[in-house]
C-alpha cells in the first residue's frame, strides 16, 4: 500500500513539474537575508570597518624595522613566513608579508592584524606590535609549536612520551572556549584546524593552546551565505 502511495505521488508531482519530479531540473537555492540583529552593526563597530584599510588606520601598537630581530624560521603561513625573533628585546613571532605580494593580500594581512588587535582572551594568540615597513606582524611566541606538529610529536612511535586522554580533553577544551569567546564575537575563524593551533610548551602542567591564524577569519553577519531555503523531497 505505502509503494502504492508513493508512486501515485511522484506522478502528481512530475504532471504538476514539483520538485518530486525526476525530469524537472533542480531549481538554483537562493539565499534568504538573516533578521535584524540586536548587536553593533557596520556602521557603528569598529570590527567591521575593515574593507578601506591601510596602514596609519591599523590601532595596534607600532614599531620600526630596526626595532625587530628576525631569527629561524618557523614555517609558513598564510601570506608568507613566520619566523622567531625579538623585538625591544622581547622574544616572539614574526609573521612576515611575503615579496612581491599583491594589494588584496597585503589588504588581508593588514586586515588580520586589525582583527587580532582586538581580541583579548586566554586561549586566543595575542598580537603584540605591527610593523609596516616592512610588513611585519609580531605576535606572542608559543614553544610548543603547532598543535598538529605537537601531536604527532607526541606519539610514542615518534619518540614521544604519549598523551594521555585528560591531556587531549584538556586542549580540546582550551581550543573551545577559544570559539565561544568568538563567537560571542560573532566571529568564526573558517580556517579552524590542528595547524592553526598554537601550543605554548611542551609540558601538561603548563601547557595552553591557543587559536591562530585569523586571516580568513569573518563576522558571521557581514554576508548571508549561511543561511538558505531549501525545498523538501517527497516519495
Same mark, same amino acid.
Given at each position: 500500500?505505502?509503494?502504492?502511495?508513493?508512486? *501515485?505521488?511522484? %506522478?502528481?508531482?512530475?504532471?504538476?513539474?514539483?520538485?518530486g519530479s525526476p525530469s524537472s531540473p533542480p531549481r538554483e537555492l537562493q539565499l534568504s537575508p538573516l533578521p535584524p540583529t540586536s548587536f553593533p552593526t557596520t556602521e557603528d563597530n569598529v570590527l567591521y570597518h575593515l574593507n578601506h584599510l591601510c596602514?596609519?588606520?591599523?590601532?595596534?601598537? =607600532?614599531?620600526?624595522?630596526?626595532? %625587530?630581530? =628576525?631569527?629561524k624560521f618557523l614555517g609558513h603561513g598564510a601570506f608568507g613566513e613566520v619566523f622567531e625573533g625579538r623585538m625591544r628585546g622581547e622574544r616572539v613571532a614574526i609573521k612576515m608579508l611575503r615579496k612581491g605580494a599583491s594589494e588584496a593580500e597585503r589588504?588581508?594581512?593588514?586586515?588580520?592584524?586589525?582583527?587580532?588587535?582586538?581580541?583579548?582572551?586566554?586561549?586566543? &594568540?595575542?598580537?603584540?606590535?605591527?610593523?609596516?615597513?616592512?610588513?611585519? @606582524?609580531? /605576535?606572542?611566541?608559543?614553544?610548543?609549536?603547532? &598543535?598538529?606538529?605537537?601531536?604527532?610529536?607526541?606519539?610514542?612511535?615518534?619518540?614521544?612520551?604519549?598523551?594521555? %586522554?585528560?591531556?587531549? @580533553?584538556?586542549?580540546?577544551?582550551?581550543?573551545?572556549?577559544?570559539?565561544? #569567546? &568568538?563567537?560571542?564575537?560573532?566571529?568564526?575563524?573558517?580556517?579552524?584546524? *590542528? =595547524?592553526?593551533?598554537?601550543?605554548?610548551?611542551?609540558?601538561?602542567?603548563?601547557?595552553?593552546?591557543?587559536?591562530?591564524?585569523?586571516? /580568513?577569519?569573518?563576522?558571521?553577519?557581514?554576508?548571508?551565505? #549561511? =543561511?538558505?531555503?531549501?525545498?523538501?523531497?517527497?516519495?
Amino acid at each position: 500500500m505505502l509503494l502504492l502511495v508513493c508512486a *501515485a505521488n511522484r %506522478v502528481k508531482d512530475k504532471m504538476k513539474g514539483g520538485l518530486g519530479s525526476p525530469s524537472s531540473p533542480p531549481r538554483e537555492l537562493q539565499l534568504s537575508p538573516l533578521p535584524p540583529t540586536s548587536f553593533p552593526t557596520t556602521e557603528d563597530n569598529v570590527l567591521y570597518h575593515l574593507n578601506h584599510l591601510c596602514g596609519d588606520d591599523l590601532e595596534v601598537p =607600532r614599531v620600526a624595522q630596526h626595532e %625587530v630581530v =628576525r631569527g629561524k624560521f618557523l614555517g609558513h603561513g598564510a601570506f608568507g613566513e613566520v619566523f622567531e625573533g625579538r623585538m625591544r628585546g622581547e622574544r616572539v613571532a614574526i609573521k612576515m608579508l611575503r615579496k612581491g605580494a599583491s594589494e588584496a593580500e597585503r589588504r588581508e594581512f593588514l586586515q588580520e592584524a586589525q582583527l587580532m588587535s582586538h581580541f583579548q582572551h586566554p586561549h586566543i &594568540l595575542r598580537l603584540l606590535a605591527v610593523c609596516t615597513q616592512p610588513f611585519l @606582524l609580531l /605576535l606572542e611566541l608559543m614553544e610548543g609549536g603547532d &598543535l598538529l606538529s605537537h601531536l604527532r610529536a607526541s606519539r610514542p612511535a615518534n619518540g614521544g612520551q604519549g598523551l594521555r %586522554v585528560e591531556d587531549m @580533553l584538556a586542549m580540546c577544551v582550551d581550543v573551545a572556549k577559544g570559539c565561544s #569567546y &568568538l563567537e560571542d564575537l560573532h566571529f568564526v575563524h573558517r580556517d579552524l584546524a *590542528a =595547524r592553526n593551533c598554537l601550543v605554548s610548551t611542551g609540558d601538561p602542567r603548563s601547557r595552553v593552546v591557543k587559536i591562530g591564524d585569523f586571516g /580568513l577569519a569573518r563576522d558571521i553577519y557581514k554576508s548571508d551565505y #549561511y =543561511r538558505k531555503e531549501v525545498g523538501w523531497w517527497y516519495c
